[in-house]
């Protein structure tokens, strides 16, 4: 029994020092460094909160060998930046896929923010999915969420430490992959862990824009309870009510009007706050359904959704 | 697999069937706190802090993993243990396994699972500190001690082993990194002196067969 104990530890210490080449120090804010991940040979992943100027960003490596780094761009959103080391040949990480993940997972936080790899345990809290995972079928059943403001696509929340400078490192499980990359950025309290495909998307979207194409409406809102008869009819219990419409945005030109409640875009149901945002995300430039309750009774209408400049 | 995900898949396993008998308790301000299902016909245990206040809550609601909702109603409650019972008119639930507090050790890896940060059926996880009446906190009263991450909306919810038995319900924290539960043999003697006191109430888990709740 006593070797199995030590089976598990040293699992977990192999899979450390295996990803460590692959795991950087990110020197871009005035005191603590923070950490990256070698997304491929001249990419590196870290968190955007942790990147606080666009210049003068220096990596140092596993070997402590330091490099400068261009800054490709920035997904706020995600509390994602992505960084390129010119002519570098970095060895990538092992990336894992999210359905990997279970709730109760052993799950270890990998961190440089020093010279040596740092690493903390925990277990994978919950798989929080984005709008666009959640089936039309489940909306308004299953348990009530509130007062969660990450403004993300889908995260996994976990309980592992977040030591100081481990914002940007990544999630690491019993296959000894990067699962995703950890972030304290979004206060709370919580540890949430941005899933590999939002990375994946975001480093696509950046390296060939170097901007995110942020989708807006221009409208004010906060999430209400739907009348009872129309939240019978939509199976859904809550709505974001209209409180302000920016003159001249995409709500205004399609006729949205204060007061009214937004209860789904682009064929997904939007009953909080964060569901309309990552409905957006991706979207910009894109013409799309808006359904919405106005004066008690269901009805759509066309919106094209502009880009935040 | 190496030891490390076969040890993640067994937890995972004992999440996934724990999950099913974890409730979320709701009022009209909105979600309060946890509950697991002790009996198929409608009895759950929570923390008494969860469901009364002054009095007993007239307001609350159950939201079980299935995504139905029920009207619930407190049977009993002890505020000196925070606990109490409520029932719900429904059949045929998936419910917890209890285990026994003597099987309880410090150093045993136990998880907890509730709805703290808004976020439903978040699972925090760490080693039993130290069980029975003597750690600094306890005034006296038995408590099981872990140093797991709970956070408000976890009372209520279960504390549970690899296996999927339950050892205490989630009734506080001191700090970040120390959590207290109520020992599962706590519950049982909490809802046998509720049953001798006369409150409507089915008997143990595993007595059949029992009286069934009147709901009115």
Known sequence: ?309 | MNIWQQINESAAGAVATVQRAVVQIVTAEGATGAGVIWRSDGLIITSAHVVVGRQPRRDLRVLLADGTTHPARVLAYDQARDLAALSIPAQGLPVIVPGQSQQVRAGQWLMALGHPWGTPDALTAGVVIGTGSALPESDGRNWLALDAHMRPGHSGGPVFDADGRLFGINTMIRGPQVSFAVPVDEVVAFLSEAAAGGAALPGAPEAAPAPRPQYV
């Open chain 1, 1 to 309: 029994m006593s070797e199995m104990l030590k089976s598990l530890s040293d699992a977990m210490a192999d899979a450390v020092a295996a990803l460590s080449p692959s795991i950087v120090r990110v020197e871009a804010r005035k005191r603590l460094p923070t950490t990256g991940i070698v997304w491929s040979a001249e990419i590196i992943v870290t968190a955007h909160h942790g990147v606080e100027r666009d210049d003068n960003i220096k990596i140092v490596l596993h070997d402590g060998s330091r490099h400068e780094a261009t800054l490709i761009g920035r997904d706020a959103q995600n509390d994602l930046a992505v960084l390129r080391v010119p002519g570098a040949n970095l060895p990538p990480a092992k990336i894992g896929d999210n359905a990997g993940l279970r709730v109760g997972n052993l799950v270890l936080a990998v961190g440089r923010p020093g010279d040596q790899v740092q690493a903390t345990l925990g277990v994978v809290s919950a798989l929080i999915p984005g709008a666009e995972q959640k089936p039309a079928e489940a909306k308004g059943k299953g348990r009530r969420r509130e007062g969660m403001q990450v403004l993300l696509d889908g995260y996994v929340q976990t309980d592992v430490v977040m030591y100081p400078g481990f914002s940007g490192g990544p999630l690491v499980s019993g296959d000894g992959a990067v699962h995703g990359l950890n972030t304290s950025g979004f206060g709370s309290g919580v540890s949430v862990t941005v899933p590999v495909a939002t990375i994946r998307n975001t480093v696509g979207t950046l390296l060939a824009h170097g901007k995110m194409r942020q989708g807006y409406l221009g409208v004010g809102v906060q999430p209400v309870r739907l009348p009872e008869a129309v939240a019978h009819t939509l199976k859904q219990e809550t709505g974001l009510l209209v409180m302000s419409v920016e003159s001249g945005s995409p709500a205004h030109q399609a006729g949205l009007l204060v007061g009214d409640i937004v209860v789904a875009l682009a064929g997904s149901p939007v009953e909080h706050l964060d569901e309309l945002l990552a409905l957006l995300h991706s979207r910009a430039g894109q013409a799309v359904t808006a359904g919405i309750v106005r004066g008690g009774e269901h009805r759509e209408m066309p919106v094209t959704i502009g880009e935040r400049q």
